[in-house]
């Protein structure tokens, strides 16, 4: 895998699937999640001709994952089942390089032979296509279909002002990973495992579970060289060897997304940029704990040494705390061949309202709005969504988001990370998904994501700015940048 640091627009995590579009850096930060290689094959053949006497229904893969041949191979298996189940459609599979698959679906819609369904994709994925999505609203109503087997909130994160775009299917939702050692080391109760329960201090108080608590306890395990922490007279912060807190791999509109800022938010009807409060909250809370008297976060150069992972801060045993995905176990081979274990706690509230703002990566899959065959369309996204997740789900290493298909899933994790006591922290933060999503559609959204990406880098890099003259800076490039 590239470990590269910051999710570009668009496939901005495919998170979920750990498939983004990333670009280094000059400076590393921890703020993306992790790409995957594109892989070699080309794409497989879709008939151009249906089967006598039956819809054929083109089903696009590429966008996301789903393109190595080994979950190639169980989405030919997918359409074999569901082309056995009935007599009206046949299914076809579309396979296209990751590399190569925007262009290739941009392409096919602009000559108007777009393909019937495209995924699994997440939201980066799907705004690149953005007003060519397909509204399932009248279909769900008019087959009677029922979405009452998913999670209310995960159904309502699929919808969007063009309608609700698509069903829940792979979801990866966030918690604080933690690590009891360093907890027990420093004489610290650790996060709570439940939400609404307080934080108790070691004097025995109780406080709000929020980001200024996180900060309060991160600074206590933030240690330089000498053993200080970083409350402690004599605490030297160029010789930091470990630190309270990381946002591993969240991009800077993933951290405002943590205190209630969806990207919805950055614009009014007529593109107008707007910075919201939440995120102006994110951001001085972040870059207060890099350059603050008393840092608990790691700066740029600090998180991209070899020594704290190249990026990877909280892989390399290097951090307390870090607020990321489901999706990250799958990167935490250096931390438990070290020896290391973690636990995870419920995410932390946003102080001045209270309220804790979850981020669900997720992906799914959508219809084309230029289908000649939305209802059979329809029936198969339900089957992809439905009884094809037991073997989707394991091929795309994905959490399937009804709570009746989780088992398998869990059971995978706790294999390879027994030491886990429990994954319910994760799984309660499927309650919590960002609506609007932090990885929503803004305008000219590649170079506003871009501009916001610019931005979390000088954060981390340049501790002289004047934060608030940057947010503005940020506010009027990005005003441009709307309205190109």
Known sequence: MKKTLFVLAGVLVVASM?????QPKPTPTPTAA???????????????QPAAGKVQIRWFVGLGTGTNPDQVAVQEEVVKDFNASQDKIELVLEVVPYDSARDTLSTEIASGNGPDIVGPVGWGGTNFFYGQWLDLAPLIQETGYDVSQFDPGLVKAQVTTEGQLGLPFAVFPAAVYYVPKMFDEAGLNYPPAKY?????????????????TVAEIARLLTL???GKNATEAGFDRNSIVQVGYVPQWQHAMHMAGFWGAGAADFFDADHNAIIPEPAKQAWTWYFNGIWGDQPFIANGALAGSPEFGAGNVFNAGKAAMAVTHFWYTCCLADFKNAGNEFQLGVLPANPNDGKVHGRVDADTFRIWKGTQHPKEAFEVLTYLVGPAVKKLAPT??????????????????????PF?????????GLAYPDVPSAEGWMPNLNEAWNRIGAFGDLMANDGTIDLAQEIEKLRQDLDVIFKK
Not at 18 to 22: I, V
Not at 396 to 416: I, M, N, T, V, W
Not at 420 to 428: G, R
């Open 34 to 48: 992790p790409a995957t290689e594109a892989p070699t094959q080309a794409p497989t053949e879709a008939p151009t």
């Open 396 to 417: 795309y290493g994905a959490l399937p988001a009804r709570a009746e298909d989780q088992q398998p899933f869990l059971d995978a994790k706790s294999a390879d990370y």
């Open 18 to 22: 750990l498939l983004a579009a990333c």
């Open 196 to 212: 609404g329960d307080k934080y108790v201090m070691p004097d025995g108080t109780e406080k709000p579970w929020d980001w200024n």
């Open 420 to 428: 886990v006591k429990s994954w319910q922290p994760l799984l309660d």
């Open 224 to 226: 330089d060289a000498n």
